[in-house]
Nanobody, 121 residues
Framework: QVHFVESGGGLVQPGGSLRLSCAASGSIFRISTMGWYRQTPGKQRDLVAAITIGGSTNYADSVKGRFTISRDNAKNTVYLQMNRLKPEETAVYYC???????????????WGQGTQVTVSS
């Protein structure tokens, strides 16, 4: 079993900042890529940012220069620092991770439960 604890969501004014965190625990041998996605009602879940175990990052064009993804491999935790937030970025933010639970097995993708981010004045 793998469990996620997401935190850091909430209400913020336009132009403000939030920092999301997502900690994975349970039966984990290795976590390769970790990422953040967001979803609004009736729309698909879109990638916001991702980071490999080696620290290589990938961002959606709309967040480049404003969001920063990072991770602490010792804590199996991924973070998303979000600056200069915009109202249209109101969404449920989900973390995910590609996790290998036992040696010589294939990784699976796991999802957190989601945390609401609301950008509004």
């Amino acid at each position: 079993q793998v469990h996620f604890v997401e935190s850091g969501g909430g209400l913020v004014q336009p132009g403000g900042s939030l920092r999301l965190s997502c900690a994975a625990s349970g039966s984990i041998f290795r976590i390769s890529t970790m990422g953040w996605y967001r979803q609004t009602p009736g729309k698909q879940r879109d990638l916001v940012a991702a980071i490999t175990i080696g620290g290589s990052t990938n961002y959606a064009d709309s967040v480049k220069g404003r969001f920063t993804i990072s991770r602490d491999n010792a804590k199996n935790t991924v973070y998303l620092q979000m600056n200069r937030l915009k109202p249209e970025e109101t969404a449920v933010y989900y973390c995910n991770a590609d996790i290998t639970q036992r040696v010589l097995t294939k990784p699976r993708t796991y999802w957190g439960q989601g945390t609401q981010v609301t950008v509004s004045s």
